[in-house]
């Protein structure tokens, strides 16, 4: 099975975006919300079943407090970089 680059990088941004959901303790509809879809939507694009639009990716950067291309880098970039958006704690409290 060959995997193609546009499958490595869609699987690396939902991963990103479902740690960066976690870590600010956003939820599918919150994140929906901000690219104007149904968290419907999101969810078939989180895991895969549909495509990601480019002019999605600065609405979700941007709601996240980061730039394109650091969302498309990767959480661990992200983090080795010490730009991870405060984390929330379980009262939703933000941790800074």
């Not at 990601?52 to 941007?62: E, K, S, T, Y």
Request: aromatic share 4%; proline share 3%; glycine share 6%.
């Amino acid at each position: 099975m060959t995997v193609k680059a546009t499958d490595t990088l869609e699987v690396q941004l939902n991963e990103t975006l479902r740690l960066l959901m976690t870590r600010t303790g956003r939820r599918q509809v919150d994140v929906a919300e901000v690219m104007g879809i149904t968290r419907a939507s999101l969810s078939q694009r989180l895991l895969n079943k549909a495509g990601w639009r480019l002019n999605d990716l600065p609405l979700v950067a941007d709601f996240f407090g980061l730039t394109v291309c650091e969302l498309i880098s990767g959480y661990a970039s992200i983090a080795q970089a010490d730009r991870l958006p405060p984390a929330r704690d379980s009262d939703g409290q933000t941790r800074l």
